[in-house]
């Protein structure tokens, strides 16, 4: 167990509607990564937060945004969902310690599936 | 850019049997690279990685990898593979210079590892 929780596990919805994941990073972990993997583009970098703020974005789709609050968690907001959007989300988080050589723990993933 | 290619998709040993998983990467500057694991409905394990100093990285459940810089290779291996080390096994790589933490994975090789 890495100490990433992501609720929910899994969750079925239809085209077009909007769903948030969330994501609790380990303890004392500033660092918020999520990640998609799908079948046919393997694991992608969506976006990173740290310390409540946005670091860094990757292939993420102006449908989906996301936001680290407070107390750290973060959640992963998709909308106007396609069948495309069908895939596993992966939360990480990291401890920054200005060195960069920080290691990525994932929690185990919520699978969404669009129909 | 950064990038990083695992040459096999699939890998078959026997149990007892030294177990290599291949990997070659691409990035601008120096390199950081890590080695997960995925088991079926779980989230990825870390299991090592390489920041600088001794090219030969050990790390969990027995497994170590070897950095060549020259051949731009991160080959992951276990002197004697187990029944249980089946599993999907991802190979990424951070460039150095870069600024948003993001982890570049490979397409993952699926480890087999037979009785």
């Known amino acids: 167990d890495s100490g990433v929780t992501q609720t929910p596990k899994h969750l079925i919805t239809a085209t077009g509607q909007r769903v948030t994941l969330r994501c609790s990073p380990r303890s004392g972990d500033l660092s918020v990564y999520w990640y998609q993997q799908s079948l046919d583009q393997g694991l992608q970098f969506l976006i990173h937060?740290?310390?409540?703020?946005?670091?860094a974005k990757g292939n993420i789709l102006e449908r989906f945004s996301a936001q680290q609050f407070p107390d750290l968690h973060s959640e992963l907001n998709l909308s106007s969902l396609e069948l495309g959007d069908s895939a596993l989300y992966f939360c990480?988080?990291?401890?920054?310690?200005?060195?960069?050589?920080?290691?990525?723990?994932f929690g185990p993933g919520t699978r969404l599936t669009v129909l | 850019a950064q990038s990083v290619a695992q040459p096999e998709d699939q890998v078959n040993v026997a149990e007892g049997n030294p177990l290599t998983v291949k990997c070659t990467y691409s990035v601008s500057g120096n390199p950081y690279l890590f080695w997960y694991v995925q088991y079926p409905n779980r989230g990825l394990q870390f299991l090592l990685k390489?920041?600088?100093?001794?090219?030969l990285v050990k790390g969990s459940y027995g497994f170590e990898a070897e950095f060549n810089k020259s051949q731009t290779s991160f080959h992951l291996k276990k002197p004697s593979a187990l029944v249980s080390d089946s599993a999907l096994y991802f190979c990424?790589?951070?460039?150095?210079?870069?600024?948003?933490?993001?982890?570049?994975f490979g397409a993952g090789t699926t480890v087999t590892v037979r009785a």
């Open positions: 390489y920041i600088t100093g001794d090219n």
């Open positions: 937060y740290y310390n409540g703020e946005e670091r």
């Open positions: 990424a790589v951070r460039d150095r210079r870069s600024n948003d933490y993001k982890l570049s």
């Open positions: 990480a988080s990291s401890v920054r310690t200005g060195r960069e050589t920080d290691t990525q723990y």
